[in-house]
Nanobody, 117 residues
Framework: QVQLVESGGGRVQPGGSLRLSCAAS????????IGWYRQAPGEEPEGVSC????????IYSDSVKGRFTVSRDNALNMLYLQMNNLKPEDTGVYYC??????????WGQGTQVTVFS
């Protein structure tokens, strides 16, 4: 079955960096778009980024453009999100999403990112 396992979250001060990872299994990873969503406490989920199967096209939300970089390693079935210049508003649970789907049933269990002053 499809399994997505996120890791790499943590607590960091504003201006800091984190690198999130998502280990995928149970499907042909190299054939699918894959991306990241996040959800802050009390907020609706927000699409953060999406990358196509061949790493040729990427999409970012306006709120993270220029600070976050999505990448993938199809040989390892891994997805990454390099997050730089983190801001308090980046706080939330970050989810890996198969096919960049907005359905939470297509997400992993999430990893917590907290940016605190």
């Amino acid at each position: 079955q499809v399994q997505l396992v996120e890791s790499g979250g943590g607590r960091v001060q504003p201006g800091g960096s984190l690198r999130l990872s998502c280990a995928a299994s149970g499907f042909t990873f190299a054939s699918y778009n894959i991306g990241w969503y996040r959800q802050a406490p009390g907020e609706e989920p927000e699409g953060v980024s999406c990358i196509d199967p061949n790493d040729e096209n990427t999409i970012y939300s306006d709120s993270v453009k220029g600070r976050f970089t999505v990448s993938r390693d199809n040989a390892l079935n891994m997805l990454y999100l390099q997050m730089n210049n983190l801001k308090p508003e980046d706080t939330g649970v970050y989810y890996c999403a198969m096919d960049c789907s907005p359905k939470q049933s297509d997400w992993g269990q999430g990893t917590q990112v907290t940016v605190f002053s």
